[in-house]
């Protein structure tokens, strides 16, 4: 079977999404389909996947044409596609799901046995040691992954399109997964792997696509690459980007990380920042940089080893409301779950670290509140008709200075920003980079927690790449481009140590200098 | 024609109305609607007493006898209703309420019994005996609502379950504390809710009334009341801000516990007996029926005391001329559950329209 599509185009909106892309793949091939986030990979094979209708472009199975109005259709062509946030029902038991949703039937009731059954002899088949009776909750991430690449072939696919298949998977389960892609290759099962990550793409895959901005940069056969290639092709860039930041002075340290561990999101962590200097810390999505901080923050409790020195002295944060008082401040990712305060005015959210503070007698002072709060509306620039307005009404740039103004206020020592500028337009984003240099020149040490290379290059003056939950190097002032970054947050400098000029070196966590 | 020169004068009356009416029912939830349906019962009230009375005359005697009874025989619900809203808003549910006024009820009795009581037989008695008495039942109150909020925070328990299972320990434990318990109620106590000034009995309704003020001003003047909004409109949110969101949460239960205290104290005082198997059975859905029909989200976020205090009048207004048009009382319910549905409907389709 040969899946292949020519000439696909998609927009949303103004902005082409996916402009003329071809891709093709073949029965018993894994091929990597790379880019940054943005570039479309989502986009196209959520068209492949009858998620979405392409706008122009043909699809065509063994030279014949189809189209894919919905998920079922596509589906029905032999086409599987595993989302990254699985699409198990957690309650039900792995032969349930299997089956799902179109259980097969003995008179009125379901027919137990026959799934059962069926599960086992196709676990059997591949080698996949789960019991079909066991509840999906008691399986851990990587069988969730595995039987859900199963239920892909129970449903007879010929081509299966893995989304990110481990990106919350730890090196043990990634093995697993990857042993049950070889064998489904045996078979002849074509498979499409969306992934960051370099490594695993250089181990894995036969053929890799690189796309950028919407449109096809490169494809050929994985042996005739270098990852420092790949990471190239998908940032599109060879020279670095001229920085426009530049290093303030810095005062002493005041946060300090020693062998920080929780078991799982990350292992042996330890790192400095000092007063006045911007700490990027990077990696891909769920490599632990963000349990790292929240950790650090108290939000998981102090279930974590290792020690945290504030200006010397050891803290152990067992809430958020204890690292405050420490004088840490977190700005979390996830604006809208995570920050906002939808049934508050502008004015509370603004100051909701603070209420307490503000008060006349037994009441609270709605004024001194105000003086506060309008201090930070001028120095941050926020843009609003009415303090008293409920924060819903203001645009996402706006919430998100409202966001640190709460901080702000606060006075913190550390500021932690966890995606600062996630949900905000190209111009608030500027704004803000503007406001955390202002920041760390006024003696706050601040720490970007940021998977964007480019957002790490424009405010940080050096940067902290995390792969799989561990500090793999350290990039500044020169080794400080997106090249470099992405080549250590892919984990380069794991899976050749020795290839690349002896840059990446294990003793001292692979620094590039 | 000239127009006078712009003086910077006092504000209007109207203006000053104006403003207070938008501080009270236009922030937060808008209250228009609830306002509205509780004009419409008045209304309805003032035509079902005109056809009764048959006559203009005796509209307004009647009607302000009407209304005395609403307000005194709600006293409790009432109440009870002003701490359900802090637990609403904070996102929980407190169905404890009516069992939890019954075993304070009965403690107050334990307490106050000259006979039997406790204080009698350590020899207080009089004034005294009943300030301890009505201290003593705010604490065992504060302690009820506490045990509720530490096993809702520590136990993380979900509200609606811890509050169901200490509404059946609180009625039962006191069902069987009370089996051979006669008590008696010593008339000077009687007089904190029974006495009649200007020839009425209005002092629940003063309570009522002062609670309503005090209770306003902890939710809208302090940085409490704002906690609670936080931590009902986005729990992780409020954590991440520092804030102490089981602290906060202890808080309202306690807050509901209080309050069924006090409830507890006037009940006694005005009745001067409690039936152990029934008394307050039922306050909890019609204290969630007036916090619902006053506005409040039980989502958590959004909420109102006066809209708790309007709905509680509501329902009130309700049971009176379902009483007086002589519907029976079987069906009475059936209207009522119709209303609150009506009432929250109505609030839906005037905040879609915002």
Redesign the interface.
Known sequence: MELSVKGICKSFGAGNVLDGVDFSIRGGEICALLGENGAGKTTLMNIIGGILPADAGEIRIDGRLVSFPTPAASRQAGIAFIHQELNLVNDLTVYENMFLPAFPHKGPFLDRRLMIDKTRSLFERLGLDVDPCATVDTLDASYKQTVEIAKALMEDASVIIMDEPTASLTAAEIERVFGMMEKLKQRGIAMIFISHKLDEVMRICDRYTVLRNGTLVKSGPVSEVTPRQLASYMVGRDVSLTKQHTPAACGDEVLRLEHLSDGTHFRDVSLSVRAGEVLGVTGLLGDGHSELFGSV?G?WGSRYTGRILMDGREIRPA???E???CGLA?L?KNRK????????SIV?NGT??T??A??KG???DKNAQGTVFAGQVDDLKIKMSDRDHLITTLSGGNQQKVMLS?WLI?GPKVLILDNPTQGVDVGAKEEIYTIIETLASSGIAVIVLSAEAQEIIRVCDRSLVMYHGELVGEVRGETMNEQSMMYLAAGGSKSRPAAQGGTADKENGGTLT | MNQPEKAPKRPALTEKLRGLYDRLFRRGPGLTATLLALLLMIVLQCVVIGINEGSFAGLFPKLWRSWMNILRNNAYTGIIALGMCFVIVSGGIDLSVGSMTCAIGAALMYLLDPAAGLLAAVGISGVPAYLIAILAAILIGFAFGELNGVLITYGKIPPFIVTLGTMKIFRSVTQQLTKHFNPEIPAGFKQFASAKIGGQVILPILYWILIVVVMYLLFTRTAFGKQVVAVGSNERAARYSGMNVNAVKRRVYAISGVMCAVAAVIYVARIGSMDFANAGSGYEMESIAAVVVGGTAMSGGKGSLVGAFLGMLIIGVMNNVLNMLGVPTFLCDAVRGAIIIVAVLVQRRDKAGD
């Open positions: 923050f939000i809430s958020p409301a690292a405050v008082a977190y979390p779950e995570n920050a906002v305060i939808p049934d508050m509370d909701s670290v209420l307490t503000y008060r037994p009441f609270f709460r606060a």
